[in-house]
């Protein structure tokens, strides 16, 4: 495994056995993932509706049950026990922030669940100070902690559930569609937020978004998903100046571009949109892809670094 990695992905599998006209299926929703996340690097993860994103990250913070694989935690592997600790030091935010926050439960208890469940805190003082402190470090004034869900905006709700994972200060936070559901104009400011967060608090982050256009404000580095499998990774710049794979290059075509000389031509998609319930028997994208040839329709191509700059790529003909 790479030397500083704060987390440590091996071969994760996630699946879901799901009834479906009467017949029941197993839903590969992650199939073999493996990533590593370094010290203060922001990893996005991007791919469309239902690849498997969310469940990734679920899995992550033991929201879901991994079928195999192994995710470490600077080095120790924690599919295993101990996970009560490890839950403080990798922490979730959601996309909808009104999920993340309970109707009935004030801001300020929210925020300091965590602590609370974890005895973080030796006083009400030490509670109520902690509690101000973390608001004002999203840009909420501290009396939003007596305030509940229904009486703040989306961004201040999204605000209030970043301040729920910084409480106590955790190594990654895992940030899935976070500005996704808020308006345009509030999204930015929320980026910038996190941005933000990540200097003050040095956090590492996976960010997981279906907009490239997002991810590339705020990643290092970007692993691009499909089907529950990465099928390309790079550094943020490299897949966005010369994406390979011709999901990728489909993905950063779509990125409106105001210099035309800038454009990347995308290849036309041809097929159906993915089912998980019709997975294909060699490359997944093969019946989209405008340049798959007979051997992807047989062999699932394997992710194999390309290049110097860190690239991997899983496909026979890119
Ligand atoms: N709890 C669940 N039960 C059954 N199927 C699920 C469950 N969660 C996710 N899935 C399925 O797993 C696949 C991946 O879903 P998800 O991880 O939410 O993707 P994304 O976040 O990329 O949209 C989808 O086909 C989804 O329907
Ligand atoms: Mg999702």
New binding site residues.
Partial sequence: MNGNAVLDIRDLRVS?S?RRAGRKYQ?R?VDGVSLSLAEGEVLGIV?E????????GRSIVGLARPDSGTISFKGTDMTGASLRNMRLNIRMVFQDPYASLNPRRSIGDSVAEAGDINGFFTSRAERSAAIATTLTAVGLDPSFAARYPYELSGGQRQRAGIARTILPSPSIVIADEPVSALDVSVQAQVLNLMMDLREQLRLSMLFISHDLGVIGQISNRVAVMYMGRIVEQAATRTVLDDPRHPYTRSLVAAIPKPDPSKRILGAIETGEPPS?FKRPSGCAYAPRCPIASHRCLVDVPELRSAGADGRAIACHNA
């Fill in positions: 879901f799901v839903v929703a791919g509706s239902g690849c498997g994103k969310t469940t990734l998980l």
